[in-house]
């Protein structure tokens, strides 16, 4: 079993940054793929960016040139570094884990950017 903890989020004027992590309860090396998703308010969790054990990333349309997805093995941490926020990036942000067939999911941190 895996546990996430996401930590980092809060409020932000437009244009501003932010740094998500999500720490692992276990060793990532053996994590095939970690992932940050979000759902706002009366809409559907969406992928906002994955990061495989290999390094390879994927990144959701509306935030690619903007988010960067990166990971730490050492601290078994994945982080989310947002940059040039939009108010419709504002939504509760999710950190997933799949791991042994099965996906893994933390509490969620807010982000809200206000205009």
């Known amino acids: 079993q895996v546990q996430l903890v996401e930590s980092g989020g809060g409020l932000v004027q437009a244009g501003g940054s932010l740094r998500l992590s999500c720490a692992a309860s276990i060793s990532i090396f053996s994590i095939n793929v970690m992932g940050w998703y979000r759902q706002a308010p009366g809409k559907q969790r969406e992928l906002v960016a994955v990061?495989?054990?290999?390094?390879?990333?994927n990144y959701g349309d509306s935030v690619k040139g903007r988010f960067t997805i990166s990971r730490d093995n050492a601290k078994n941490t994945v982080y989310l570094q947002m940059n040039s926020l939009k108010p419709e990036d504002t939504a509760v942000y999710y950190c997933k884990a799949d791991f042994a067939l099965e996906d893994y999911w933390g509490q969620g941190t807010q982000v809200t950017v206000s205009s």
């Open positions: 990061i495989t054990s290999g390094g390879d990333r």
